[in-house]
């Protein structure tokens, strides 16, 4: 069974939102707290996570913050704040999406299967070029893409990817030299039904290239080709 983190302080709406999920067949963990949620991560690893901004004592950009170097496990994020510069802010702290409220469960319900579907599908689509166990993706490092286990390693250290960072620089590297547009990432990467903001693959960029480059104000992996996407070019 999938277990499913419900991070909320308000209790009516923790509580609704924690049956509607067991409905859908989700072990739901609770906590009103991001100071709670932090202990059960450690203690239960959960496979999801949704998570409230607005709470009591540590706030949820924090809790997220806090969370992502021990837990790779998707986040989304449930919210009434709509400004862009929140949701930027979530996505950059390491959320992988961003609801707002006020939601219908469905929708909420919808997100969390898209992103176990692409979290369990294979990265690269049936188009993809070779691939390998190791793409190395710069010799300066060298920066080595090794699909079949699922990391990225820059020398003899693996890079602390998020499902979302890995299946995008994938996406990318294994179509080596092609620019792919933010759409076509969208319904790669995230789902081929996804209606969310194309602005998320940009955030999801620039915090790749935080890992994966050197210097990530001049990226040498992850290229932009302006008014058209990115682009990976394989050595």
Same mark, same amino acid.
């Given at each position: 069974?999938?277990?499913?983190?419900?991070?909320?302080?308000?209790? /009516?709406?923790?509580? +609704?939102?924690?049956?509607?999920?067991?409905?859908?067949?989700? &072990?739901?963990?609770?906590?009103?707290?991001? #100071?709670? +949620? %932090?202990?059960?991560?450690?203690?239960? @690893?959960?496979?999801?996570?949704?998570?409230? %901004?607005?709470? /009591?004592?540590?706030?949820?950009?924090?809790?997220?913050?806090?969370?992502?170097?021990?837990?790779?496990?998707?986040?989304?994020?449930?919210?009434?704040?709509? &400004?862009?510069?929140?949701? !930027?802010?979530?996505?950059?702290?390491? +959320?992988?999406?961003?609801?707002?409220? @006020?939601?219908?469960?469905?929708?909420?319900?919808?997100?969390?299967?898209?992103?176990?579907?692409?979290? +369990?599908?294979?990265?690269?689509?049936?188009?993809?070029?070779?691939?390998?166990?190791?793409?190395?993706?710069? @010799? &300066?490092?060298?920066?080595?893409?090794?699909?079949?286990?699922?990391?990225?390693?820059? /020398?003899? #250290?693996?890079?602390?990817?998020?499902?979302?960072?890995?299946?995008? %620089?994938?996406?990318?590297?294994?179509?080596?030299?092609? !620019?792919?547009?933010?759409?076509?990432?969208?319904?790669?990467?995230?789902?081929? &039904?996804?209606?969310?903001? #194309?602005?998320?693959?940009?955030?999801?960029?620039?915090?790749?290239?935080?890992? !994966?480059?050197?210097? @990530?104000?001049?990226?040498?992996?992850? %290229?932009?080709?302006?008014?058209?996407?990115?682009?990976?070019?394989?050595?």
């Amino acid at each position: 069974m999938v277990t499913l983190l419900v991070l909320e302080d308000d209790d /009516g709406i923790r509580a +609704a939102m924690a049956l509607a999920m067991e409905d859908e067949g989700y &072990d739901v963990v609770e906590a009103a707290s991001a #100071e709670a +949620a %932090l202990v059960l991560v450690g203690r239960t @690893p959960p496979d999801l996570m949704l998570v409230d %901004l607005m709470l /009591g004592g540590m706030d949820g950009l924090s809790f997220i913050r806090q969370v992502r170097p021990f837990s790779q496990a998707p986040i989304i994020v449930v919210s009434a704040r709509r &400004d862009t510069d929140d949701i !930027v802010a979530a996505l950059e702290a390491g +959320a992988d999406d961003y609801v707002t409220k @006020p939601f219908q469960v469905v929708e909420v319900t919808a997100r969390l299967r898209a992103m176990r579907r692409r979290h +369990a599908a294979p990265v690269g689509g049936p188009d993809a070029g070779p691939r390998g166990d190791g793409v190395v993706l710069s @010799p &300066d490092g060298p920066l080595v893409l090794d699909v079949a286990a699922g990391v990225v390693r820059r /020398g003899g #250290e693996e890079l602390s990817l998020t499902v979302t960072e890995f299946r995008l %620089l994938t996406e990318l590297a294994t179509h080596p030299g092609h !620019v792919l547009s933010r759409r076509a990432l969208l319904e790669r990467v995230w789902d081929r &039904d996804y209606f969310g903001d #194309e602005r998320i693959v940009d955030v999801h960029v620039r915090r790749l290239r935080t890992k !994966v480059e050197r210097d @990530p104000s001049a990226p040498a992996v992850v %290229l932009t080709v302006r008014g058209q996407g990115y682009r990976v070019d394989v050595p």
